[in-house]
T-cell receptor, first 111, second 113 residues
Framework: DQQVKQNSPSLSVQEGRISILNCDYT??????FLWYKKYPAEGPTFLIS?????DKNEDGRFTVFLNKSAKHLSLHIVPSQPGDSAVYFC??????????FGTGTRLTVIP | KAGVTQTPRYLIKTRGQQVTLSCSPI?????VSWYQQTPGQGLQFLFE???????NKGNFPGRFSGRQFSNSRSEMNVSTLELGDSALYLC????????????FGEGSRLTVL
């Protein structure tokens, strides 16, 4: 039972344009959400998070949007850079319990 | 601070064997979680340990087990290996008082032949 879903396994974007990665979840009890980035042969690294009391969180080129009614969150990267090419995982959790991860979206930024 | 360290990085086993993977968390982190990553399945939660006690457990068979030592280092064991156990096994630690961020190691790539 996949409680966190990333329906797009891959995404290609031109350098300088916006990348939008999407994530859906089913458990309405989730109260915080995170995005992780993973390069080959490395572990995932934390990118940005948002709690359920917010609908937007911004950190430099990265912005996460949360739509609780739709159980949907998205990560916007503007402008996209070739170094952003990686697999992006969204994750969701409740309190201090374990995180549930999506299946990942491979982002390729074309120079 | 040193990051999360996992050993071994790569290993090859045959069906029926057992394997033990090790994880040293970030100094001061008392929570250690294990995840299995396979293509198309994302990161699947195995279990989490805190102060030598299992806090949470995912939906994996009993062949998958773990433990945590008093120094917070953790091991996971998989017995009677199956071909489908081939995966990247990731360990992550976190500050027990936070609600979110996990710090991952680089993983142990297990291949079962």
């Amino acid at each position: 039972d996949q409680q966190v879903k990333q329906n797009s396994p891959s995404l290609s974007v031109q350098e300088g344009r916006i990348s939008i990665l999407n994530c859906d979840y089913t458990n309405s009890m989730f109260d915080y959400f995170l995005w992780y980035k993973k390069y080959p042969a490395e572990g995932p690294t934390f990118l940005i998070s948002i709690s359920s009391i917010k609908d937007k969180n911004e950190d430099g080129r990265f912005t996460v949007f949360l739509n609780k009614s739709a159980k949907h969150l998205s990560l916007h990267i503007v402008p996209s850079q070739p170094g952003d090419s990686a697999v992006y995982f969204c994750a969701a959790g409740t309190g201090a319990n374990n995180l549930f991860f999506g299946t990942g979206t491979r982002l390729t930024v074309i120079p | 601070k040193a990051g999360v360290t996992q050993t071994p990085r790569y290993l090859i086993k045959t069906r029926g064997q057992q394997v033990t993977l090790s994880c040293s968390p970030i100094s001061g982190h008392r929570s250690v979680s294990w995840y299995q990553q396979t293509p198309g399945q994302g990161l699947q939660f195995l279990f989490e340990y805190f102060s030598e006690t299992q806090r949470n457990k995912g939906n994996f068979p009993g062949r998958f087990s773990g433990r945590q030592f008093s120094n917070s280092r953790s091991e996971m064991n998989v017995s009677t290996l199956e071909l489908g156990d081939s995966a990247l096994y990731l360990c992550a630690s976190r500050d027990s008082v936070s609600t979110g961020e996990l710090f991952f190691g680089e993983g142990s790539r297990l291949t079962v032949l």
